[in-house]
């Protein structure tokens, strides 16, 4: 590697920032050689949070965390300053934070009645433990292209269990069941406690404030250039010598076109698909724009590439069915706490300390979080915010007579409180944002091996992967830690960094863990 390598990121979500991190304290690269070009204003791709008191706060989402896994993202943020607390960092004050608000449900499933569902029982017939037996310890390479239901019969998905790990981790029964496995495995550590969520952590803030924010400060003090508003249509490339490599960026930026040269010695990572692409936002008023594949960007750039190389993945796995990979979040900003005093009485839980509340018998099979209050940098001490979706988007509500897709705001709170039994006046003067997310899961699409790339394509001489979307056999997507590693793994093969990075933590391979999963199941 050159002194005077120069390194460009197509992309600003968390994997990008991450890459450039790991290039600049392990690989030896400065800081203002290293250019992130992200088509968005803002950087942090699906890992966002804005908004104010005035406009009404939003999040498309947040990734769960847990400090007993993610082994790359925590020893990234260890390295990481702190903006809240001088002399700490990231990774300190997240722990000393859920050191003072631990996490423990008591109202993880609500029932019809608003009564709180028992799940000291996951709810399993015999049945149902030797097919989730037998789906757990069956190679990838039996499982295929398969489907959660190809594995497990009908009466699996009405168990207190799946409502809780599907909600959790936002699987559906039509998702493939390799990942479904590889997340048994990864989280089996939660599978004892699915119903307190005491395994989960939480930031500070939300993750933008909190992850983003700290990590895009000590970039660029490092000099790093973070172009935003830029948006990437094409990718020039040649095959010299029998390796494949990227010899121009080709960028749109406030409508003037300009075209990148990339050098001999220089990199490029490409995050190739995304999750939150073609995402739109609601109003009071209005329900979400239905974008589709047509309003996206980063598809387009990975299926020009993947054109006749099958080495570098099949998008289609993955972007071809809206329908089945599309839900819908929610932010409800109030300057009551009426709503919050009321959660509190029902739940038993504080905001901060409980977990997602699952409303099991929703159509739309809607769930709840009350964050700890502020959750964002610049909310008043007077205003909370709260995060909620829904799986099934595409369902008629039970006291709204139209589908979650086609509501405003109003009317998600109007079904929201219908559920809950809590009068319309507690939400009066609340603003509450929907957003639709097409791709939110696409990740968990049925698959073959090959569909995912590697990070560093075989014969790739500059050109690496840097996503949700690429293959790593031994950890679990829709994770913040899935990005993290693809990262720090992309980086140091592409440079020839020899230091070791962190492994997966072997939760399933504890006798202990696996033995409290087995007393769990037979509940």
């Known amino acids: 590697m050159s002194t005077k390598s120069k390194a460009y990121l197509v992309g600003g979500g968390i994997g990008s920032l991450a890459a450039a991190a790991f290039m600049i304290r392990d690989g030896g690269i400065r800081g203002e050689d290293i250019s992130i070009l992200e088509a968005l204003p803002v950087m942090g791709g699906s890992l966002d949070g804005a908004g104010d008191v005035a406009g009404g706060y939003s999040l498309r989402g947040g990734r769960m965390l847990t400090t007993d896994n993610y082994e790359c993202t925590w020893g990234l943020f260890k390295s990481i300053p702190s903006l809240n607390h001088p002399g700490q960092s990231v990774f300190e004050e997240t722990v000393e934070f859920n050191a003072q608000h631990k996490s423990h449900a008591r109202a993880r499933l609500v029932d019809r009645r608003r009564a709180k569902v028992p799940v000291t029982s996951m709810g399993f017939s015999m049945q149902d433990r030797m097919e989730l037996l037998k789906l757990s310890r069956a190679d990838e390479a039996s499982l295929g292209s398969s489907c959660i239901t190809d594995w497990l019969s009908p009466g699996f998905f009405e168990t207190e269990f799946w409502f809780m790990w599907a909600t959790t981790f936002a699987f559906q029964p039509w998702h493939s069941a390799v990942e479904f496995k590889r997340y048994l495995h990864r989280f089996m550590l939660e599978f004892s406690r699915i119903e307190t969520l005491a395994g989960v952590k939480r930031t500070i803030y939300n993750q933008y404030d909190s992850l983003v924010l700290p990590l895009q400060t000590w970039l660029k003090a490092q000099g790093v250039r973070l172009v935003s508003d830029c948006k990437v249509t094409e990718l020039d490339h040649k095959t010299e010598s029998g390796k494949f490599m990227i010899t121009g960026i080709h960028c749109l930026r406030h409508y003037?076109?300009?075209?990148?040269?990339?050098?001999?010695?220089?990199?490029?990572?490409?995050?190739?698909?995304?999750?939150?692409?073609?995402?739109?936002?609601?109003?009071?008023?209005?329900?979400?724009?239905?974008?589709?594949?047509?309003?996206?960007?980063?598809?387009?750039?990975?299926?020009?590439?993947?054109?006749?190389?099958?080495?570098?993945?099949?998008?289609?796995?993955?972007?071809?069915?809206?329908?089945?990979?599309?839900?819908?979040?929610?932010?409800?900003?109030?300057?009551?706490?009426?709503?919050?005093?009321?959660?509190?009485?029902?739940?038993?839980?504080?905001?901060?300390?409980?977990?997602?509340?699952?409303?099991?018998?929703?159509?739309?099979?809607?769930?709840?979080?009350?964050?700890?209050?502020?959750?964002?940098?610049?909310?008043?001490?007077?205003?909370?915010?709260?995060?909620?979706?829904?799986?099934?988007?595409?369902?008629?509500?039970?006291?709204?007579?139209?589908?979650?897709?086609?509501?405003?705001?109003?009317?998600?709170?109007?079904?929201?409180?219908?559920?809950?039994?809590?009068?319309?006046?507690?939400?009066?003067?609340?603003?509450?944002?929907?957003?639709?997310?097409?791709?939110?899961?696409?990740?968990?699409?049925?698959?073959?091996?090959?569909?995912?790339?590697?990070?560093?394509?075989?014969?790739?001489?500059?050109?690496?992967?840097?996503?949700?979307?690429?293959?790593?056999?031994?950890?679990?997507?829709?994770?913040?830690?899935?990005?993290?590693?693809?990262?720090?793994?992309?980086?140091?093969?592409?440079?020839?960094?020899?230091?070791?990075?962190?492994?997966?933590?072997?939760?399933?391979?504890?006798?202990?863990?696996?033995?409290?999963?087995?007393?769990?199941?037979?509940?």
């Open 256 to 523: 003037d076109t300009e075209v990148i040269a990339v050098n001999d010695g220089d990199f490029v990572f490409l995050q190739n698909g995304s999750m939150t692409d073609a995402s739109s936002l609601g109003s009071m008023s209005s329900a979400p724009e239905k974008l589709t594949k047509e309003d996206s960007g980063s598809w387009a750039l990975w299926e020009k590439l993947a054109a006749g190389r099958p080495q570098f993945g099949n998008p289609a796995a993955f972007s071809n069915c809206i329908a089945q990979s599309c839900w819908e979040s929610f932010t409800v900003t109030l300057k009551n706490p009426a709503f919050f005093d009321l959660m509190d009485k029902f739940s038993g839980n504080e905001a901060g300390t409980g977990g997602l509340v699952t409303l099991k018998d929703s159509n739309w099979l809607m769930s709840i979080v009350l964050a700890h209050q502020p959750h964002f940098l610049n909310q008043p001490a007077d205003v909370q915010v709260f995060w909620g979706y829904a799986l099934f988007p595409d369902r008629v509500g039970n006291f709204v007579p139209k589908p979650m897709a086609d509501c405003n705001g109003a009317e998600i709170l109007q079904e929201l409180c219908g559920h809950l039994r809590f009068d319309l006046e507690t939400v009066k003067t609340a603003d509450c944002i929907a957003c639709r997310m097409p791709y939110i899961t696409s990740m968990f699409m049925p698959r073959s091996q090959s569909d995912r790339p590697l990070l560093v394509p075989p014969d790739s001489k500059n050109f690496a992967f840097v996503s949700q979307f690429v293959e790593i056999p031994t950890d679990t997507v829709f994770t913040v830690e899935y990005s993290v590693r693809a990262a720090q793994m992309a980086v140091y093969e592409l440079l020839g960094i020899s230091l070791k990075i962190p492994a997966v933590t072997p939760h399933d391979k504890s006798l202990h863990t696996e033995f409290e999963a087995l007393l769990k199941a037979f509940k």
